[in-house]
Every structure is written in structure tokens, then in C-alpha cells.
């Protein structure tokens, strides 16, 4: 059975960087991504990846902020979040959708059918 475990999470002062990690276990991805859901709002994405073709898409909130990475070694990937703002705090989950078809932009959260179990992000101003 398919797991994502998720790591990273923390808090920090506004301008400050984190790195979340997600390493999957199970079935190679072809797509993976990572959205964040703040309370009381919608849980929106934030970046994906498709290991295939290497191509990253990123929500305008972050872009020029957040990097992603992966290492197929150990089938994990990363989220690296820099300059931090008090709006990109929430919970963060990382995704991946199983087969082989391709995502060349942000997927929907129903577009994915296995999910980390989220890390909490805090950044205070």
C-alpha cells in the first residue's frame, strides 16, 4: 500500500525558510504536488511535478519563494520555502496521483489519490 510521510514543518518568523520533505513508499508517481489549506479556506496548490517529463509548476502566490525538488533514489521530494510570509502559514500535504498521465500545470486536489498527512507550517510576523 502506497504511503506519503511528510516531514518539515515548523515555525518561523516572517522573511524565515523551511523544507518540507515527503518520501513515498510504495509505487513510483509520475505526478506528484503539494497544496496547503489554511483554516477556514480551501485547500489550494502550491507546486507539482512530473518526474517524467521535469516539468514544475507553481502557484503565482509562491513562485520565485518555494522551490521543488525530488530524488528518485529514495523516491522523495521536497518543498523548499523561502521568505516566508505570514499567508503561506497552514497545513501542508503533498500528493501524488497514481498511472501515467501527465501534469503539465497545477492538478485539483481530486486529481490526486494518495495524500501525506500534512505538516504544519506557522510564520509570525
Known amino acids: 500500500q502506497e504511503r506519503l510521510l511528510e516531514s518539515g514543518g515548523g515555525s518561523v518568523e516572517a522573511g524565515g525558510s523551511l523544507r518540507l520533505s515527503c518520501r513515498i513508499v510504495?509505487?513510483?508517481?509520475?505526478?506528484k504536488g503539494w497544496f496547503r489549506q489554511a483554516p477556514g479556506k480551501q485547500r489550494e496548490g502550491v507546486a507539482s511535478i512530473d518526474s517524467d517529463s521535469g516539468r514544475i509548476s507553481y502557484a503565482d502566490s509562491v513562485k520565485g519563494r518555494f522551490t521543488v525538488s525530488k530524488d528518485d533514489i529514495s523516491n522523495s521530494e521536497y518543498l523548499q520555502m523561502n521568505n516566508l510570509k505570514p499567508e503561506d502559514a497552514a497545513m501542508y500535504y503533498c500528493?501524488?496521483?497514481?498511472?501515467?498521465?501527465?501534469?503539465?500545470?497545477?492538478?485539483?486536489?481530486?486529481?490526486?489519490?494518495?495524500w501525506g498527512q500534512g505538516t504544519q507550517v506557522t510564520v509570525s510576523s
Open positions: 500528493a501524488a496521483r497514481t498511472g501515467p498521465l501527465p501534469c503539465p500545470y497545477l492538478l485539483q486536489p481530486y486529481e490526486y489519490d494518495t
Open positions: 510504495g509505487t513510483y508517481n509520475r505526478c
